[in-house]
């Protein structure tokens, strides 16, 4: 445990792709960096040690818990790290209210860190017995707990399938309105696990895409990656870099459409014989191909086995 910071905060979190994400970054001697999800701020740590000379970064999270760890860890950089407790949607106002327009380089390091799935209070995880939460922040009204008592079976099984990829999502949102009221996350899990035959032959938890569906529904984290993405690019400078780690493919998905189309200067559909939507390209993208961990990474930290990283740049004179 971290000493002087709340004793649910209890586990550190391994950054994934560092060296990757500095690299893409072109971190430089008097930078200007946001770090969309600080976490445990080892991204930020990296950032800031690489570009030592006059480099400044303001970090966002949406988790004040994690934001505690992240002071403490970042505190040998004194001013020059400025932390904002913030969803990423904000963005371009935390920005804005901040000074910190335009920057150099703009990461995010999506989904949820080790220390918020180890925290027993949360419920993010199925291993420990929790209250169904999974909020990122505690100024969020939506839980998993009304989500999964309150939903009529249609709109719970939909949350399943499009988040969680679950051909089951039928199955289990009628399993789990039969057993209502479910009140914790092994209660849960032991649900799904039954509906499902257990995990008898399986890689992952049989409720593994369950939980994901739930944490994305509770957070609404596709759209907020969709808004944040936009306004990412409108806080950086030219040349400025973008560059994003996902662990998911819905997550990957939509920042590879938006490289891919931010990267054209027309986006008609292929039939239209003049271009009518007037769309320029803001971006040049840097990643052909997705960058993943290599198997030294993944067997000190099997967590960044599903890591996938994406990257680049602002052309000059892009909106
Ligand atoms: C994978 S962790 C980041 C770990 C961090 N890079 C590090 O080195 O410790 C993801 C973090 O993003 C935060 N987060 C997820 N979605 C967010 C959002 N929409 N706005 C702000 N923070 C978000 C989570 O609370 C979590 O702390």
Known sequence: MVANLSPRVTLA?????????????????????IDCTTGAGGHAAAIMDAGPQGSVLLG?????????????YLSRFGDSVKLVEANFRELERVCRQNNFVPVHGVLFDLGLSSMQLADEAR???FQVEAPLDMRFSPSQTLTASEIVNDYEDTKLADVIWRYGEEAASRRIARAIIRSRPVETTT????????TLGGQHGRRIHPA???FQALRIAVNDELEA??????????????????????????EDRIVKQFLARESRDCVCPPETPVCTCGHRARLKTLTKRVVSPGPDETAANPRSRSARLRAAEKLTDAA
């Open 208 to 210: 593994t895409r369950t």
């Open 60 to 72: 966002l999270d949406a988790d004040p818990l994690a934001l505690e760890v992240a002071a403490h």
């Open 13 to 33: 979190h391994a950054p994934v792709l560092t060296e990757e994400v500095v690299q893409y970054l072109a971190v430089r001697p008097g930078g200007r960096y």
């Open 225 to 250: 990656l969709e808004v944040g993405l936009e306004q990412a690019v409108h806080v950086l400078g030219s040349g400025g870099r973008l560059v994003v780690i996902s662990f998911h493919s819905l």
């Open 123 to 125: 419920g993010f995880g």
């Open 187 to 194: 209660q849960l899990a032991s649900i799904v696990s039954r």
